[in-house]
């Protein structure tokens, strides 16, 4: 088994914030993740 983890660059994930201050929903619960993972 090999160990993998999901990198994201540090501007993708500020600008997934601002997209949930404008529109997330209160109360919800959000991934921010590439979505591609990659063997450590």
Known sequence: MTAQR???DVRDVAR???G???L???GEIY???SGQP???
Do not use: T
Request: a neutral charge; proline letters at 6%; one cysteine or more.
């Open 38 to 40: 990659r063997s450590v």
């Open 16 to 18: 997934a914030y601002l």
């Open 20 to 22: 949930l201050i404008r």
């Open 31 to 33: 991934n921010i993740c």
């Open 6 to 8: 999901d990198f994201s």
């Open 24 to 26: 997330g929903e209160p």
